[in-house]
């Protein structure tokens, strides 16, 4: 599997289905906020029966955002983040990085005059 970061926040992926699919599994997470979220909807009896469809649309809204897949598509290529790449186990790969980032220089400490008050 080839990853090219394009830039600081971006790495398309190029790779076999199978390795997609992989890593497709890998980067499948559960968001704890959200988890934490449906568990206090379906506790809302209150809102349940006063208004059911309401409760309903919103108790799907809130399980569609409990597990989230970190692989993105964009225009037909498969991207992630560049932070993600040293937890992927079990692939091959080959990043090349097509970004430069500026040489870092000393800086130095601004100089302030300190008053002494009485």
Known sequence: MIIDIT?????YIQ???EEIAKLSDQMNYRNSSKHFELSKHLQRS?????N???WLAQKKEIEAQVYVNLLYKDKGRYWIRPGYIPY?????LSIRSHVTYPIAK???WEK???IHSL
């Open 52 to 54: 059911p469809d309401e």
């Open 7 to 11: 830039s600081p926040s971006q790495a």
């Open 106 to 108: 000393p800086m130095s």
């Open 88 to 92: 992927i186990k079990g692939i091959e």
């Open 46 to 50: 209150w809102m349940r029966d006063k």
């Open 15 to 17: 790779g076999t289905p």
């Open 112 to 114: 302030t005059t300190r």
